[in-house]
């Protein structure tokens, strides 16, 4: 008979983008593991998210230790708790350092660290989209018989739960019929600044978008509020909510959205598994094929973010958003 496997550790470091992705694989974890106990092990930025995931039954925020006592601290606690099965998300050398720091005896380990008994042993997982390459991952680990392993064959993340429980809100005041709006999120990561499409180019397509009945909302971290004050400049109305929207804030306001554009960043991806209609700007600097968001979204790609035109970025709006209004 096998044996039951009461405690679980999920293993989710990083970054927002990848977090959303994971939640899938995360969903299928707790289906299969009904009465087990599962911990996430993260980092701080994901605390808040996690504790209101319905997957889980405890969240640590340490999961990146800098010294020495930290990763011995660590250690004991992962020691102590004697966790049956850990199936590791994150599939790094971080994590995967975990795992070498919990030997001679680790608990059975399902990801690709060196010597784990549970070994994603796809030779292709690194050329995988993340959904799929996650779902294969809980195949081989004998918990998704039936994966959907093919490429675009996997469900994108589902964050329904995040909507239960914020309380519901619209970011822009109105009359009786308020206008409906589109959310940019013009930032991301400070050091891949490759991966932004230039903000005077997000402006453009404001004017575009208000002239055809829809409010502009800016979301976005506090250090992106100039980008919203040029933003505003250009559009002459915009709403500007950089630095003041949690996640959950996020997905309530972009479930209700009727469009979202933006850079292939974090937030994005959040929006994006609301099903909210979603325009993705990629450069060179990330492959669509391995990390873009799944759903009602369209992927726009250049080389150069700066070649992509406006009027490209127009045309998809109009397609996924009609006019407000229009048949």
């Given at each position: 008979m096998?044996r039951?496997?009461?405690?679980?550790?999920?293993?989710?470091?990083?970054?927002?983008?990848?977090?959303?992705?994971?939640?899938?694989?995360?969903?299928?974890?707790?289906e299969?593991?009904?009465?087990?106990?599962?911990?996430?092990?993260?980092?701080?930025?994901?605390?808040?998210l996690?504790?209101?995931?319905?997957?889980?039954?405890?969240?640590e925020t340490?999961?990146?230790p800098?010294?020495?006592?930290e990763?011995?601290?660590?250690?004991?606690?992962?020691?102590?708790a004697?966790?049956d099965?850990?199936?590791d998300?994150?599939?790094?050398?971080?994590?995967?350092?975990?795992?070498h720091?919990?030997r001679?005896?680790p608990?059975?380990?399902?990801?690709?660290a060196?010597?784990c008994?549970?070994?994603?042993?796809?030779k292709?997982?690194d050329h995988?989209?993340?959904?799929?390459?996650q779902?294969?991952?809980?195949?081989?680990?004998?918990?998704?018989?039936?994966?959907?392993?093919?490429?675009?064959?996997?469900p994108?993340?589902?964050?329904?739960?995040?909507?239960r429980k914020?309380?519901?809100?619209?970011?822009?005041?109105?009359?009786?019929r308020?206008?409906?709006?589109?959310?940019f999120?013009?930032?991301?990561?400070?050091h891949r600044l490759?991966?932004?499409?230039?903000?005077?180019?997000?402006?453009?397509?404001?004017?575009?978008?208000y002239?055809?009945?829809?409010?502009?909302?800016?979301?976005g971290g506090?250090?992106?509020?100039?980008l919203?004050?040029?933003?505003?400049?250009?559009?002459?109305?915009?709403?500007?909510l950089?630095?003041r929207t949690?996640?959950?804030?996020v997905?309530?306001i972009a479930?209700?959205?009727?469009?979202?554009v933006?850079?292939d960043?974090?937030?994005?991806?959040l929006a994006a598994a609301?099903?909210?209609?979603?325009?993705?700007?990629?450069?060179?600097?990330s492959?669509?094929?391995?990390s873009?968001?799944r759903g009602h979204?369209?992927?726009?790609?250049?080389?150069?973010l700066?070649?992509?035109?406006?009027a490209?970025?127009?045309?998809a709006?109009n397609?996924?958003a009609?006019?407000p209004?229009?048949?």
């Amino acid at each position: 008979m096998a044996r039951e496997i009461k405690k679980i550790l999920v293993i989710k470091l990083s970054a927002l983008g990848d977090f959303v992705l994971a939640l899938a694989a995360m969903k299928r974890i707790r289906e299969v593991h009904k009465k087990a106990h599962i911990t996430l092990l993260t980092t701080p930025p994901f605390e808040a998210l996690a504790k209101s995931c319905p997957y889980f039954n405890a969240v640590e925020t340490d999961g990146k230790p800098e010294s020495f006592g930290e990763w011995m601290a660590l250690r004991a606690r992962l020691k102590k708790a004697r966790y049956d099965r850990v199936y590791d998300l994150q599939t790094s050398a971080a994590s995967s350092r975990i795992f070498h720091l919990l030997r001679p005896f680790p608990p059975e380990w399902s990801g690709n660290a060196l010597g784990c008994a549970l070994p994603h042993r796809n030779k292709n997982r690194d050329h995988m989209h993340t959904l799929e390459r996650q779902a294969d991952q809980l195949k081989y680990a004998g918990i998704w018989p039936d994966a959907p392993i093919e490429p675009g064959q996997a469900p994108p993340p589902d964050v329904s739960w995040v909507l239960r429980k914020a309380p519901q809100e619209r970011p822009v005041a109105g009359g009786v019929r308020p206008r409906p709006y589109v959310i940019f999120i013009p930032g991301g990561s400070a050091h891949r600044l490759d991966k932004r499409w230039p903000v005077e180019k997000f402006g453009e397509l404001g004017k575009l978008l208000y002239a055809r009945g829809l409010d502009i909302v800016i979301i976005g971290g506090p250090q992106e509020s100039a980008l919203a004050r040029q933003i505003q400049r250009d559009v002459g109305k915009a709403r500007d909510l950089t630095g003041r929207t949690d996640f959950a804030r996020v997905a309530v306001i972009a479930a209700k959205a009727a469009l979202v554009v933006g850079n292939d960043t974090g937030p994005l991806h959040l929006a994006a598994a609301t099903g909210a209609p979603t325009i993705v700007l990629f450069s060179k600097a990330s492959n669509p094929a391995l990390s873009a968001p799944r759903g009602h979204v369209a992927v726009l790609a250049a080389t150069e973010l700066t070649d992509l035109a406006v009027a490209t970025v127009a045309q998809a709006a109009n397609a996924l958003a009609p006019a407000p209004g229009a048949a």
